[in-house]
């Protein structure tokens, strides 16, 4: 490549950033016409495309540049008015110009097209005319260009100021080919930026040295499986110091490829401001958390998903401003997208205050395209209705438009979510909006995960998907495991989870004995489930590796590692998994919630019940169904008020209760630093938290009263586990200190 062609591929670059930004400020520009800072902003931007394109040779590039910039001009001077008009025709400049560039990148030249009516509203326009009728018409029909796939990728959108810009050796020479104007001395105006914080990679080394790094994390681990045998002190420091260089390298070198999630939100202030035009509609959008970042992959994975839904939600979901005041509603409508990161997972919310999905036409159009059958809808309740949208096929629109109605998108925004491991759940409320959101995980190069054993395999679980670990032994299985129509399930404290087998999934034998039961408690499509393996061993960071052709089918397997000894071990697809064994399935849920309803039905006589202790002996039950919540608080979090002591408990004020002192027992010596088994009583208007001395199990068994009567917060006595527990009058103790708490 020679010097002229790195001098284009800057400009290429740096003017296709400057449009991005172009867009934007135009429109902000719309809603503040007055703003001298974004007016010359933009101003810089198209004068700098116009100096440069002139000097490499593009002259009609430059032509329609020009013709925008004069118009620019007597904005920026005060001399006109920014209007719709005015807006309209800016932007198709930036379109144009656009389409240009990317005729530049793929052949060289700025293409055979010299847009003769722009360049005539424009002028018409700068002269302080109105443009016609039919120039504008002319105008929206171009057509809006795409972001050339062909332009070389960039480093972050930081490294990309205004200034910075003007600093390319493109600029440098343009501005030494032509004479200084006056108009450059806007130049100077905002913050300097220094030219050489920042420097340019290309994306292809950047994905070279993450392959070597991960291959750099394998070795690692096969050293740090190897010290395990090793006495020398020597030895073992140093390996010390290259496990912790290799994790400082591979935190680095992610970060190289982390880019903040505004990239891809950059565009749509001026995908909803044409949406909401097309549509009659006014639309406003809000954005936070645009710093979040992910991985670059991740990133070009969600552009086109995030986009969909953007203009689904103008299109179904907002209404015209006569239909919002109708409806009481400011004419006015908003579009929030929010961002953040939580348990090593990224977090996107896109929510509207539009109509809502209406469960009545969902219904209608499923039985009408056979997605369901009438049974089906009828069992349904209205959170399954409003997941039928992600059916293939799948549309509520009265008719085709070129937005949407064709019954393609969200099955698809569904299946490129899920294909990086992410999940999409919506929740709508009929004439308050609707919300989706998405989870899915920083990057997919190197991940923590779970490592089991099934049968003579290892096995990887992706951590994001872990809850919990259990593990049962002897008796514990036939106590805790229980089977419904012949499917087993985990009872849980006191909630029912399907099992699944990992070794019948894989179609291998397994090599456990028996006499224990390890369960991995995972999570897919917002489900829970327990997967059932032979052994599990540890925790390690693993280097994800794409599975071959000929077992991407398989849904079992999300991809494979190379452990520690050098071995293959295979990555777990949970939701695939999930999937397979039919257990995040609506009519498996609700088959298993029937099941459950029945069994209870049968067996009336049985009770689920919480087992605590409240003082230095006895044992206590509360039925699980006045159970909130258990949770553990330290000690530090009591405050007081009035003679009642309390806790900041989900934004309210809860008041706490200590059991031992409500039934007349000595409470048991704790540390002092030790936190508080608190049980947050469900059916109160306010939380109250009842703190026991200990949690002790979650049972289901069948329970006969037996004498004692009732007396002051309790109902009686029963053998329960075989051993003589107190029932507790929870409803008696609550209504009793929500007196004193009123009092106080």
Request: with cysteine; hydrophobic share 40%.
């Amino acid at each position: 490549m020679n010097e002229m062609d790195d001098v284009v591929n800057d400009f290429l670059v740096e003017s296709n950033e400057g449009l991005d930004r172009l867009d934007r400020d135009l429109v902000r520009l719309e809603k503040d016409p007055h703003c001298r800072d974004t007016l010359s902003s933009v101003f810089r931007t198209i004068h700098t495309i116009k100096g440069t394109c002139g000097f490499l040779g593009f002259s009609r590039l430059e032509k329609v540049a020009h013709a925008g910039e004069n118009l620019l001009s007597r904005l920026r001077d005060g001399e006109l008015v920014l209007d719709p008009a005015v807006t309209t025709a800016l932007l198709q400049t930036v379109d144009a110009v656009r389409e240009m560039l990317a005729h530049v990148a793929a052949g060289g030249t700025d293409g055979e097209e010299t847009y003769p009516l722009l360049i005539e509203t424009l002028e018409l326009l700068q002269r302080g005319g109105k443009s016609s009728e039919p120039l504008l018409n002319a105008l929206t029909d171009i057509p809006a260009a795409p972001f050339p796939a062909t332009h070389h990728s960039t480093a972050p959108s930081h490294t990309a100021g205004a200034n910075h810009t003007e600093s390319s050796p493109a600029h440098r020479m343009a501005s030494a080919a032509r004479a200084p104007a006056a108009d450059d001395s806007q130049r100077t105006s905002g913050p300097a930026q220094p030219a050489d914080s920042t420097i340019r990679v290309d994306v292809g080394l950047l994905d070279s040295l993450m392959n070597m790094v991960g291959e750099l994390v394998l070795a690692r681990n096969q050293i740090l499986q190897f010290t395990s045998t090793q006495d020398d002190s020597t030895f073992l420091a140093t390996c010390q110091r290259l496990n912790l260089i290799t994790t400082e390298l591979q935190e680095g070198v992610m970060k190289t490829r982390m880019q903040p999630i505004g990239n891809v939100w950059g565009k749509f202030p001026r995908v909803v401001r044409d949406l909401a035009h097309s549509c009659g509609k006014q639309v406003r959008i809000e954005m936070e958390g645009k710093e979040t970042e992910l991985d670059k992959t991740i990133i070009e994975a969600i552009k086109d998903p995030l986009t969909h839904i953007v203009r689904n939600a103008i299109d179904h979901g907002i209404e015209t401003p006569a239909e919002r005041i109708a409806a009481g509603k400011a004419p006015e409508g908003v579009l929030r997208l929010r961002a953040f990161h939580e348990g090593g997972q990224v977090n996107i919310e896109i929510a509207d205050d539009g109509a809502g999905l209406k469960a009545d036409r969902i219904k209608a159009k499923a039985l009408e395209r056979g997605l369901v059958t009438v049974d089906q809808v009828a069992k349904m309740s209205e959170r399954d209705l409003v997941q039928l949208v992600f059916q293939p096929g799948f549309s509520t629109a009265a008719a085709v438009t070129n937005i949407s109605g064709r019954g393609v998108g969200m099955d698809v925004v569904r299946t490129n979510i899920e294909r990086i491991g992410g999940v999409v759940d919506l929740t709508s409320f009929q004439g308050r909006g609707s919300t989706l959101r998405i989870k899915i995980p920083l990057t997919l190069a190197i991940i923590p995960a779970l490592v089991v054993t099934c049968g003579r395999g290892r096995y990887a679980i992706p951590q994001v998907s872990l809850l919990e670990l259990v593990r049962l032994e002897g008796e514990q299985i036939q106590k805790r495991v229980e089977n419904i129509r012949g499917a087993p399930v985990y009872r849980l404290r006191g909630r029912l989870l399907p099992l699944v087998k990992l070794h019948e999934q894989l179609k291998v034998a397994p090599s456990s004995d028996g006499e224990a039961m390890n369960i991995v408690i995972l999570q897919a499509d917002g489900r829970q489930f327990g997967l059932v393996v032979d052994a599990i061993n540890d925790t390690e960071e693993i280097v994800v590796k794409p599975l071959g052709k000929h077992m991407k089918g398989i849904p079992a397997f999300a991809g494979a590692t190379i452990m520690g000894d050098g071995k293959v071990a295979l990555i777990l697809d949970v939701l695939g998994l999930a999937r397979s064994a039919r257990v995040v399935t609506e009519r498996g849920e609700r088959a298993l919630e029937q099941s459950a309803e029945t069994e209870v039905h049968v067996d009336d006589q049985k009770r689920t019940l919480l087992l605590v202790q409240a003082g230095t002996r006895g044992r206590m039950a509360i039925p699980l169904s006045d159970v909130a919540r258990l949770e553990e608080l330290p000690q530090d979090s009591i405050e007081w008020t009035g003679s009642k002591q309390v806790v900041q408990y989900r934004g309210k004020i809860m008041p706490l209760v200590w059991l031992s002192e409500e039934v007349g027992r000595p409470r048991l010596e704790t540390e002092p630093d030790a936190p508080l088994q608190v049980v947050v009583y469900a059916d109160a208007e306010q939380p109250m938290g009842i703190v026991v001395d200990r949690i002790l199990d979650i049972v289901h068994e069948r329970i006969e009263m037996q004498g004692g009567g009732r007396s002051s917060g309790l109902i009686g006595r029963a053998v329960v586990q075989g051993k003589v527990t107190d029932l507790l009058d929870v409803a008696e103790i609550v209504s009793r200190n929500s007196a004193l708490v009123g009092q106080n």
